[in-house]
């Protein structure tokens, strides 16, 4: 993923809209490789006879099944340049809000915030 983030960055900096179809398929055919080989390493559970409903997978057998199932929208970016290889921007987005919900631990309107008055009972 590494390096086809770097050979998109590279087409990016030559002011290529996209990477040639080549690069392209290559790169989704060795992501396919890899994930043969993680499939191989870490194969599914096996149901064992006389149970019923699915069976717990590990978390890598998981990992590989929906890497697999999303494959066309993980590797997006290496044809389409509005997407980014990472999601680093929505996490920014999303640091300032958190951060303040952390620090006031909720947002409250002024009436929220004010102190119980002096009559009321002290749980």
């Known amino acids: 993923m590494c390096q086809a983030n770097a050979l998109v960055g ?22 396919d490789t890899i994930l043969t080989e993680a499939e191989a390493g870490n194969p599914p559970r096996p149901r064992r006879t006389g149970t019923r409903g699915r069976v717990k997978q590990s978390p890598a057998c ?8 999303h494959r ?3 590797l997006r970016f290496l044809t389409d340049r509005r997407v980014p290889f990472d999601n ?3 996490k920014r987005d999303l640091r300032r809000p958190k951060l303040q919900q ?11 915030g004010d102190p119980l008055p002096s009559s009321a009972p002290a749980f």
């Open 88 to 90: 680093n921007q929505a």
């Open 102 to 112: 952390k620090v006031s631990s909720c947002f409250r309107s002024e009436t929220g």
């Open 72 to 74: 066309n929208e993980i």
């Open 10 to 31: 590279e087409a990016q900096d030559q002011d290529l809209k996209a990477l040639p179809t080549g690069n392209v398929e290559r790169l989704r055919t060795r992501y």
């Open 62 to 69: 998981n990992l590989i099944r929906r890497l697999r199932e």
